[in-house]
């Protein structure tokens, strides 16, 4: 198992930048391949962006492509998200997952993969 621990939100203004982490648990971080979701109030979840178990594969959401960026660090058991150039459509409650797989290749899209969630953490941007 591992638990999930996302921090590093908060409000910025359209424009600026936060870069949130995820504290994983657990000894078998590199197991996991990670993603990025997202959910504003009164929408349904929405995939931010993926990465495998290596760090060497990443995917990104067509909202958010070239102004996020996925990253972890396996010795550390953590997990970040750039986001640069904030929008107010940005605004939402940030969510780390992580998918037990064999596969060291793979990203995963698709939040039914996800088994382990974190609690979410608040980004609010200004216009």
């Known amino acids: 198992q591992v638990q999930l621990v996302e921090s590093g939100g908060g409000l910025v203004q359209a424009g600026g930048s936060l870069r949130l982490s995820c504290a994983a648990s657990g000894r078998t971080f590199s197991s996991y391949a990670m993603g990025w979701f997202r959910q504003a109030p009164g929408k349904e979840r929405e995939f931010v962006a993926a990465?495998?178990?290596?760090?060497?594969?990443?995917r990104y959401g067509d909202s958010i492509k070239g102004r996020f960026t996925i990253s972890r660090d396996n010795a550390k058991n953590m997990l970040y998200l750039q986001m640069n150039s904030l929008k107010p459509e940005d605004t939402a409650v940030y969510y780390c997952?992580?998918?037990?797989?064999?596969?060291?290749?793979?990203?995963?899209?698709?939040?039914?993969?996800?088994?382990?969630w974190g609690q979410g953490t608040q980004v609010t941007v200004s216009s």
């Open positions: 997952a992580a998918h037990w797989t064999t596969s060291t290749d793979t990203t995963y899209v698709q939040e039914n993969y996800y088994g382990y």
């Open positions: 990465i495998n178990r290596s760090g060497g594969g990443t």
